[in-house]
Every structure is written in C-alpha cells, then in structure tokens.
C-alpha cells in the first residue's frame, strides 16, 4: 500500500467526499492518516464540520485521523510574490515594473493556479511524510502539472551547461574585483543557479515518490463526458508514467423499488439504465477497473453520510 | 432583438441543446437562423443527426435553419501555423526552432484554445452576419478571451508610437538603400504594423458587436457548483461592459406523480427540494432573471425531444 493517495477528477464529481472517506477508512483500519483538501468550493471543513486551516489539525471524533486544507489562491499570491521578490534582486525598476504587469496577468492564467497548487502539494508530501502512514489528496496532478515531472530531465544538462558558464563569467568577475575584500561568488552560492537546482531536485522528487509511493484513484459521474474526461486523464497519466489504480464512479442514481410505477419510477428507471450504459462504457474503454460505485445522496455528505459512503467505497486500505 | 446570441457555461451544462432549441424557435418564427456548434463532445450534428462542417448548410427538414461546426482544435492549430509562418519571414532558422518548441507547448494551454476560438467566433459574425438574421452560439466568450476584449485601447497607443519609430527606420533605410530599385517599404505596407492594425481592429469590431448587438444566457445545472461559477461569469461579463439577458436552467430533475411512494419517489422528492433551494439561491444573489427550466431527460436531445425543449425555453425571440 502506497504511502500517498491521490483521487483525481473534474471540479463536481465529489474528489473531496470520496477522499474524505477513503481517509476514514484509513484511520478507522488503525494508520495514521491525513487528508488534504485543495477545494474551496467543497472543503474537507464541511464534510468533518470542523474548521481546518494550512496545518494538520486532529479531526474531532475520528481516531488517528488528521486533516489540512490548502488555499490555491493564497498559493499563487504567495508563489508569484515569490518570483517577484527574486526578480527585483536581479533587475531594474523599470523592469521591475514590467513585471508586475505581467504577474498581474498571469495570476489570472489556470496553469499559474495549478503549478502554484502542485508545489504546495509536493511540500506536503516532503514535510508530512514521516509523521503519517497515509497521506490523502482530493486532488492529482493534470495536464499542466504533469509537464513539470519531465522538468528534471529537461533542465538536467541545462542546469549544468549553465553552470559551467556562470562559473566562467563569475570568475572573470572575480579577476576584475580583485582585492576589493568582496566574499568570492562562485556557481555555489550563486542565488540563479541555486534556484534552478532547487527546482530540479524538488521535481525529481515528486516524480520519483509520485511513481514509486503513490496510488492514483479518478472519481467521475456516470455520464458521457464525465467518461471522456477521465479516459483523457488516464492517458495522460500514463504519459508521464504514472498508472490509475481504480475509477470510483460517484453519484450513481439509486433505482426505485420494484413495485413503484408512475412518472417519478419510470424516469428513474431509464436514467439509471442510461448510466449503467456509461459505466459499461468506461469499464471497456478504460484499462483501469472501477473499484466503486457510490450512490447518489440529496443531503450534504456528513457525519453518519460520510461512513456510508466509506463503507461502499470498499477499496482494500491495508496490506 | 440582437443579432447574435451566445449561450455560455461550463462544459456538460447543456450548451448545444439550449442553443439548437432556441435556434429552432428562431427559425420557427420565420427568422433566418444560423446556429454555430463549438462543442466537439455534443454537436449540433448529433442533435439535427446530419453532418455539418466548417460552413453553414441549411438544416434537413427545418425551414429558415442552417447549422455549422466549428472544430476548435483545428482552428489552435490553424491559428499557430499562421503565427509560425508570419515569424519565419521575420527571423532566422534558429529562432524558428526555437518558435516551433514555444508553439508545440503553446498548443497545450487552455488558453490557446480559448483564443482560436474566439477569433474564429470573431470571424463568423463578420461573415454570416448579412446572411442571417439570428446567428446563435453555444459558446460565450470567458474569463480569457474576455480579456482580449481590451485589447484596443490596450494596443492603441502602443501601435501609433509602433508606427512612428517604424516610419523614421524605414526612412533610414530607405535613404541607405537609395538607388537600388527596391520597392519603398513604408509604415502602410510593413506587414508587422499590418498586422498589429488588423487585430486592432478585429477586437475593436468584436467589443462594438458583443456590446451593442448580442444577447447572452449564461446555462446551468441546479447544483451548488454550477450556480457559483455562473455567478462568477455574470460578474466577469459586466467587467467588460457585457450585460447577460437570462439564465436558462438546464437538467431539472422531474417531480414524482402525487401518489408516488417508495425509495424511488421519496430519493426524487429530496431532490427536487434541494435543486429547487438552489434555483432559489441563483435567483437571490445573481442579478440576471432565470428565464428557463429545462427538465432532466434521459435519452439524447434530438429530433421530437429538441421541440419540446424549445417549447420550455419559452424565450421571446421576436420584437
């Protein structure tokens, strides 16, 4: 059993219910669990009815259980500041100026909010490692994220060609500035470099733990395009060398006892039957087996909703 | 009554059956319509069951109606190349290389598809718009190709200031080359500032259009999410001077018969309840009148079921 889960899967199909309760099940078999939750929309504070914030915090009534939430917008803010704060060490006002511009713009961008997002989630992973038997995300990395796993290889003989420069430029620097008592920069301590190498290894961890300690779930509604989408994602996943472990189909319309008739009946009847349709469907054309089939529920999922949902999850957390 | 009608919203809401309904209703009372399908997934060739392409064709069976497909993928790729061959002409070998990396990975960004998009919507209102008298969309410009909606007064001053030092360096040139029967090169026929002036004038004709003759209905679901985010793209929208008409409820679940009981009719009745606190909830805090709730159906929209669902659009399309 891999020490971090992901479930995947378009805003709406229920990532955070299902994370809820796969974590639960988690922490009810005994290991000690964390759930991360990157919603705002459906925050993991909702579904436990208790306010969590950017740190672990116990989760009231539930034993060995913890849970986070991570704010993507506070995330982009505070990566793009980031950037913004090492630029103005390097470059002019007037550029500087520029800059602003630009970051303005790009904070409006979806990849911005998804790379910001990624990084924070690959911080949790490094930082909480150690302290859980079972790391939980309502969230996998998409198309966008999964381009910076290929970082690593891409900036690899990039970094060092560039290092290799740097130290030429730098110790011709140093020749001029010779005598003037100033410490001697080398590609060592140069803030570039050491940024970019920072970058690499923190990259190559990710793909490394995301291809050796993780299992990737994708939640999806019994419909056409939510089917479309997550074959989409498979294949991408793949792309980039990680493997779907399971589909959990969420929100699966509930049939109506045998002995009702009327209108109410036979619209259910037919649409549960159009949805069996889309997960045969999946089931052919995805190499990934669903692993569950969740009931629709009208109510908010908490409290006693979210141990029926865990108990139909039904997928193995131990061995 | 606008020319142009746009029916926008998220992906799997229901844009290409609203958007056919309503064109029907526009053709039934006499108008010629023109409905204009973005989406590859449900398109309008599926709900007419007649294949259509990137040109209007009239629609078989259906009089005043001619329906079209736009094939957004098509038109990124299209759109790149044209941006490649105009740079080649430009720069050397090496920058090309160096552009057909930037284009292969530009490709990928949600926003190039937003952006080819648009310009082909841009184009289809410059050209259909003397042949038809309703031209219908099922796609509505969003948070990022809005932006491009100010893209004249951004480039305004910009161009001119282009143009002047264009005209002294060209003049330079010209005195340089003096003599040697080139063609006079000047600002006019300077294919950058051409160009430049081109997509100034594009996005100029397109923020005049979108303001002064167009409609917009934002579709949505009964669910909390979907509710939100139209919101968010009502607010958006009046950011950019662009105001929407109505919002046209899609995929209301249908109520049981009164003597309906059983898991099946109590599941429907919780449901009906929540969609409706959600309708509710849409009508008290986004300022655009829901205009239309269109029950859930569970077979495909097409043939008899598209009247029906154009008979409870009940949008006026005359006056």
Redesign the interface.
């Known amino acids: 059993m891999a020490r971090f889960t992901f479930f995947g899967g378009k805003?709406?199909v229920g990532k955070t219910t299902v994370s809820a309760a796969y974590a639960l099940r988690c922490a009810d078999a005994g290991h000690e669990t964390l759930v991360v939750s990157t919603d705002p929309?459906?925050s993991i504070s909702d579904v436990f009815d208790q306010p969590f914030g950017d740190e672990p915090e116990p989760v009231t009534g539930h034993e060995h259980l913890a849970a986070m939430e991570i704010d993507p917008e506070a995330e982009v803010e505070a990566h793009l500041m980031d950037i913004r704060r090492e630029m103005e060490a390097q470059v002019s006002q007037v550029v500087v100026n520029e800059i602003d511009k630009q970051i303005e713009?790009a904070h409006?961008?979806?990849?911005a909010y998804e790379a910001a997002l990624f990084d924070r989630v690959i911080r949790v992973m490094r930082e909480e490692a150690d302290a859980y038997d079972r790391v939980v995300f309502d969230t996998a990395p998409t198309?966008?994220t999964l381009?910076l796993l290929s970082l690593p290889e891409f900036l690899g003989d990039w970094v060092e060609r560039l290092i290799e420069k740097r130290e030429t430029s730098l110790d011709l620097y140093q020749k001029a500035a010779i005598g003037k008592e100033e410490p001697r920069k080398t590609a060592e301590n140069d803030p570039i470099i050491h940024r970019l190498r920072e970058r690499k290894e923190k990259f190559e961890f990710a793909g490394r733990t995301l291809r050796e300690d993780a299992d990737f779930y994708l939640v999806l509604n019994p419909?056409?395009?939510?089917v479309?989408e997550t074959r989409r994602a498979v294949e991408r996943l793949g792309e980039h060398g990680l493997s779907v472990t399971g589909l959990v189909v969420n929100k699966v319309t509930?049939?109506?006892?045998e002995?009702?008739?009327?209108?109410?009946?036979d619209?259910?009847r037919?649409?549960v039957?159009?949805e069996r349709e889309r997960i045969a469907e999946a089931e052919e054309t995805i190499p990934v087996p669903v692993v569950a089939r969740i009931a629709?529920r009208?109510?908010e999922v908490t409290g006693p909703l979210l141990d029926e949902v865990a108990a139909e999850l039904g997928i193995d957390v131990d061995d």
């Open positions: 805003g709406g929309a459906h713009m409006e961008t979806p990849g198309g966008n381009r419909d056409e395009l939510s479309a509930p049939a109506p006892d002995d009702e008739h009327g209108r109410g009946a619209y259910l037919a649409r039957e159009r629709s009208t109510g």
